[in-house]
């Protein structure tokens, strides 16, 4: 049975947690500095700060995955040092990690099973395991195998696997980002049960707003080290944001008098079958984009997104030439470098690996998209004086910040690497730009210059597709919003319209579901 | 003793190291480590096991000789790719180089000496029924011990909290380590056993198939192991039935050669793997989802600290 009110939560006098001085240095690089935090139970406590800020080694300390290298953390008022996480779960330590750290090709039971001790039979595990998911409103099936389940259901896993281990203090690091708001709304109410019910719990966020709402302490990391432990509800989501930042964030301003023109990207009734087994089918897909318009793309990943990012790109085929038009011209039947040749440019979510090639230079990654249409190869042969002066234009005007002029694309920051792959596209003035995922993983200053430059992009006449998961993020830059879910695309609706909730319904495939089922009927 | 219970008892003893060697491989492979050294540990097993046997005149004695040097060799390879991170493909190729080598030194001194092999089981009554008798109760102890180590390795990994622990390391290393399991440890142990029983499989071959050692006598064994693990795409019952597939073919085709049927020797040889690609193209064009390969199968993990 989980028991719900552990007596030792209720002296309340004394920290549960305290770190004290917690240092972390690797080599002469200080990921963390001198951290004093104290968890009290029954409270949310917040951990703000930007990519690179420290949040992930402090509680990978906190969590026993690694050894701090001064400094020392006191569990209820004593000293603990931890030898590793299944010590840190024995004390009462449970983990939600960002990056679900879950096996796909094993069963939910399993799964969990692997995150307890084992000191009790699979049979037992596989029962408490129901009733701890039934008790909370975390509905598992423990027999399916998670490659199977949702992303939503793949952290339902990490939440159900952590209450499990019935833990005094809960981290979560960024439950929400990959969450519809409905999946959130339902998780705030996990939260607030847990804190009603004496258990402390560090909240990872980059959603100011959510943290406001939901945290009672929050604490503000920057360059490793502590700026400031504040009451998140007496603060502004501007005053927390210049916290983390360190400076005022550039508002991203949308030029006033925007034209839109004629459509300069069509898609007509594009259907794709997917090419692995994994994938999504894209039915009956149809928007039209005028040139100095943005439209976004809404829904939680997975639904077809990558799917569209592709037959777009022309890395797939489409099987009719007239389902997509750039321009005037009939292109689902051209390869990559037609469609850039027509004036189509495209930014993929992956940074490394899709966007560059992690290994190879910038100048050399500038070639490998710029090729088709920009000069850097002369009969056969590379430009390199060309290739290099479109790094340093990038690098001038999307202020990349890099240790050398032309490093491996592998070295620079997340954020600057983006910087530098929109920069690369934007630069080449293209007609039509499709982007996927501008600033996933992209720190607030780097994140405002990206969808700055989106939006003059659009200012001066072209088409501009953002596929995002940040609905904020959809609300600034964009006309209009459509919501990907199973293949579909709704109907696109403009952006001043569209509440979270309209939004939240769509990508949880709600009002699709009752138009085809509607549909299903009249056949 | 008719025609079909001769084949049946070649096909048995061609498939038994085949088995082993497969098996001690899946587990290895279980736990995300590719190691292609299969055949040198096999060819060194061999020397050793009939080096021992030889000195102290006992198959057991040979037997544990090749066991030991089997796991020798897997720990050369575990240091490399689990200590220092190497690439496993490449260690794994060279391991096989470095076997062949090693055990033409190793056993340059047996090459021409005799053993007697290792005795059948012979049970009065059982053995003697006919037609079965001998394929059920007549085998040598290496082909029981083969078929208990196939289900005690189902067993392992399907029903124990450690097989469990091993297949989670297999299948996502950042996570295992994230929860706090030893993937290192885990995966030298696996490679460990993997080596085990490759050397052992590579003893059999002169202990109970032929009663002397001649250098590279495992003759692509390794490699048919190998293969047949993906054959079986990492299931341990579809292995016994993928292993003695697999021998069959091997004494069919020395049967077909004998009959003078008209294939090519080399096309027999061949079929073994012929079969790997055919199953493999099945198993893609078949599989609904998931992954039927240990997804960090052949990947580096390198622990933050």
Known sequence: MLDSTPAALHTGAMPLLQTVGLTKRYGTFLANEAIDIDIWPQQIHALLGENGAGKSTLVKIIYGLIQPSEGEMRWQGEKMVLSGPSEARSRGIGMVFQHFSLFD???????????????????????????????????????????????????????????????????????????????????????????????????????????????????????????????????????????????????????????????????????????????????????????????????????????????LSGERLAQDPGTIVIDGQAAGHLSITQRRKLGAAFVPEERLGHGTAPRMRLSENALLTGHA??????????????????????????????????????????????????????????????VSQPTWGVDAGAAAVIRQALLDLAASGAAVLVTSQDLDELAEITDRIAVMFHGHLSEPMATSEASREKLGLLMGGSTLEQKEAAHAVGA | MGLIEAIILAVLAASTPLLLA?????????????????????????????????????????????????????????????????????????????????????????????????????????????????????????????????????????????????????????????????????????????????????????????????????????????????????????????????GAVTILQLHAQGWGVGVPSQLMSALPYLATVIVLVLISRARTGGSTAPAALGTVFVPDR
Not at chain 1, 396 to 418: C, H, I, M, Y
Not at chain 2, 229 to 244: C, D, E, K, N, T
């Open chain 1, 105 to 311: 090709n094993l069963t939910v039971a399993e799964n969990v099973a692997l995150g307890l001790d084992g000191k009790e039979s699979f049979k037992d595990m596989s029962a408490r395991l129901e009733e701890v998911s039934r008790v909370y409103g975390l509905p598992l099936d423990p027999r399916r195998e998670v490659w199977q389940l949702s992303v939503g259901e793949r952290q339902r896993i990490e939440i159900v696997r952590a209450l499990m281990q019935n833990p005094k203090f809960l981290i979560l690091d960024e439950p929400t980002a990959v969450l519809t708001p409905q999946e959130a709304d339902q998780l705030f109410t996990v939260l607030d049960r847990l804190k009603a019910e004496g258990r402390a719990i560090l909240y990872i966020s980059h959603k100011l707003e959510e943290v406001k709402r939901l945290c009672d302490t929050a604490t503000i990391l920057r360059g490793g080290k502590k700026i400031s432990t504040c009451n998140p509800k007496a603060e502004t989501a501007a005053s927390l944001a210049r916290m983390m930042v360190g400076g005022e964030i550039r508002q991203v301003k949308a030029a006033a008098n925007r034209q839109t023109t004629v459509p300069r990207l069509v898609v007509n009734d594009l259907s794709l079958a997917p090419d692995d087994p994994h994938g999504v089918r894209l039915q009956h897909i149809s928007f039209e984009l005028k040139g100095g318009e943005i439209l976004g793309i809404a829904g939680v990943a997975g639904n077809g997104q990558d799917e569209l990012f592709a037959a």
């Open chain 1, 373 to 434: 249409a920009s000069g850097m190869v002369r009969r056969g042969f590379i430009n390199t004086a060309a290739t290099l002066k479109t790094v340093d234009r990038t690098t001038e005007t999307f202020d990349v910040r890099k240790a050398k002029r032309d490093p491996e694309a592998a070295s620079l920051s997340g954020g600057n690497l983006q910087k530098f792959i929109v920069g690369r596209e934007i630069l080449r003035n293209p007609a039509v730009l499709v």
């Open chain 2, 22 to 246: 497969a098996t001690g491989e899946l587990v290895t492979e279980r736990a995300g480590v590719l190691n292609l050294g299969v055949e040198g540990m096999m060819i060194v097993g061999a020397a050793c096991g009939f080096g021992g046997a030889w000195l102290s005149g006992s198959i057991i004695v040979g037997a544990l000789c090749g066991i030991v040097a089997g796991v020798l060799m897997s720990l050369i390879f575990a240091l490399m790719t689990l200590g220092l991170a190497v690439n496993q493909v490449a260690t794994g190729l060279a391991l096989t180089i470095l076997g062949i080598g090693l055990s033409g030194l190793i056993g340059s001194r047996f090459v021409g000496e005799k053993i007697s092999l290792a005795p059948h089981l012979y049970v009065p009554g059982l053995t003697d029924i006919p037609l079965i008798g001998r394929i059920l109760f007549g085998e040598d102890a290496f082909v029981y011990l083969s078929l208990a180590l196939v289900i005690g390795v189902w067993f392992f990994l399907y029903k124990t909290r450690a097989g469990l622990i091993l297949r989670a390391a297999g299948d996502n290393h950042a996570s295992a380590h994230a929860l706090g399991y030893p993937v290192l440890r885990i995966r030298m142990f696996a490679v460990m056993f993997g080596g085990a029983c490759a050397g052992l499989a590579g003893a059999y071959l002169p202990l109970a198939y032929t009663p002397f050692f001649i250098p590279g006598m495992t003759a692509g064994r390794g490699w048919i192991a190998l293969a047949l693990v993906v054959f079986a795409s990492w299931l341990p019952g579809r292995l016994v039935i993928g292993a003695y597939l697999f």
